[in-house]
């Protein structure tokens, strides 16, 4: 069984930068997806962006150019970057992990972590 732990977010004013972190534990096979989904109130859960190992990231147009997910394989750990955050980034973060049969929205999902841009 696989396990996410996320870390970071919290509270920066527009135009701030932060990092989210997400680490996956248990018995994991290397061909997996892992990557970073948002959700309001109300609304659903929307792709942020995602990240085969081994590949490059796939963004959500709202967020190409100001967040950049990265990987650690030997840590089995991806990272949000984001920088120039509007309030309209205000939104609960969840990390997911998949495998490549699964689909978008699919899999497994951390706790969640707010992230609050307000000035």
């Known amino acids: 069984q696989v396990q996410l732990v996320e870390s970071g977010g919290g509270l920066v004013q527009p135009g701030g930068s932060l990092r989210l972190s997400c680490a996956a534990s248990?018995?994991?096979?290397?061909?997996?997806?892992m990557g970073w989904y948002r959700q309001a109130p109300g609304k659903q859960r929307e792709l942020v962006a995602d990240?085969?190992?081994?590949?490059?990231?796939n963004y959500a147009n709202s967020v190409k150019g100001r967040f950049t997910i990265s990987r650690d394989n030997t840590k089995n750990t991806v990272y949000l970057q984001m920088n120039s955050l509007k309030p309209d980034d205000t939104d609960v973060y969840y990390c997911?992990?998949?495998?490549?049969?699964?689909?978008?929205?699919?899999?497994?999902w951390g706790q969640g972590t707010q992230v609050t841009v307000s000035s």
């Open positions: 990240m085969i190992s081994g590949g490059s990231g």
């Open positions: 997911n992990f998949r495998y490549g049969i699964m689909n978008r929205g699919e899999g497994l």
């Open positions: 248990g018995r994991i096979f290397s061909a997996n997806i």
